[in-house]
């Protein structure tokens, strides 16, 4: 009698913490759930996190509170979600160029890209487009490279060292055989509002950072890197009928968590972010970027996880090629 309520007490006490976790997720949240953006603010990263998380916030009954935590071409901002708990108090967005592109170009990044992240869900993708200050004597791309090839050093703004922006100028100016000079920034917004004031030439960039300032004509635009046009912007010729086919480059997000995050905190956060991308309010806000929201199909952690690999599988090879790193 009392060895079988030893062993009833032991099986309970062993099942106790069991209890608790299940417990916990099933009340989860209980209290606000940041998330880490890890450019600077009013960026395309920044952006595109406000309207989720705005949007989230109905769904998870708490505040998502954005941080943006900036530098090192979006390293500073991965680092902190990775080093973050597992307990789905913190999230981050992040994109191609802080989950792809500088694990190539950083060879000492405090973390693996593919190990020590849960992908959550993806969200949307857009092509960038060349731009350049006001004042430029060019009124289409060919006679633009053909003034950068002129007036070699003109300078280039970039969201940081290593960051996709970087990268992809680099691209450009070798598919134009140009000579550029780099300017790093904490992310594109600032970068778009030094050239919109002049102190810098030309940026690749996306629409979110661009279209606003093309809007209001306070800086030329070239092309859409891409093979077709933008709904948002059908005006916009792309590269390849602006005379350099080929050069595509685009920009997507997905959302990020800790590795170990338990699964049903992660079914809770995903369900929050597919019906934010399902609301026609932040489609419409969305769009309105220029982004391509992804169909429903594909806002799925498995998506993201396989879209990751497959850049970094298309990117690293080139990157490591053009010996493009950052120390």
């Known amino acids: 009698m009392k060895r079988r309520q030893f062993l009833h007490l032991a099986a309970g006490a062993a099942a106790a913490p069991l209890v608790a976790r299940s417990a916990s997720a099933q009340a989860y949240p209980t209290r606000p759930i940041t998330m880490v953006v890890p450019f600077a603010a009013g960026g395309p990263t920044d952006v595109i996190g406000r309207v989720l998380a705005e949007r989230m916030r109905s769904t998870l009954g708490q505040t998502v509170v954005v941080e943006n935590t900036t530098g090192a071409g979006g390293t500073t901002g991965a680092g902190r979600l990775a080093r973050a708990a597992p307990d789905g108090y913190t999230i981050g967005i992040g994109q191609n160029g802080s989950h792809v592109i500088t694990g190539a170009t950083y060879s000492n990044l405090p973390y693996d890209l593919l190990k020590d992240f849960e992908p959550l869900t993806l969200i949307c993708i ?121 050069y595509h480059v685009a920009l997507w997000h997905g959302l990020w968590t800790p590795k170990g995050t338990p699964k049903p905190i992660l079914d809770r956060l995903h369900a929050a972010a597919v019906e934010a991308l399902a609301d026609p309010a932040v489609r419409a806000r969305l769009e309105a970027l220029g982004q391509d929201i992804y169909p429903r199909e594909r806002q799925t952690p498995q998506a993201l996880a396989a879209l990751q690999k497959s850049e970094i599988e298309k990117w690293w090879p080139i990157i490591r090629a053009g010996n493009i790193k950052v120390e």
């Open 126 to 246: 857009t092509p960038f487009m060349v731009v350049s200050k006001k004042g430029v004597p060019a009124t289409d791309l060919k006679s633009f490279i053909a003034w950068l090839k002129d007036n070699p050093n003109k300078t280039v703004g970039t969201a940081g060292q290593g960051s996709i922006s970087h990268v992809c100028g680099l691209i450009f100016q070798t598919a134009t055989n140009t000579k550029l000079q780099f300017v790093p920034y904490r992310g594109i917004a600032p970068a778009m509002q030094d050239i919109v004031a002049g102190q810098i030439d030309l940026i690749i960039s996306d629409p979110v950072a661009t279209l606003q300032q093309v809007r209001a004509g306070n800086v030329q635009v070239y092309a859409v890197c891409a093979d077709k046009r933008l709904p948002s912007a059908p005006d916009i010729p792309t590269v390849d009928e602006a005379g350099l086919p080929g």
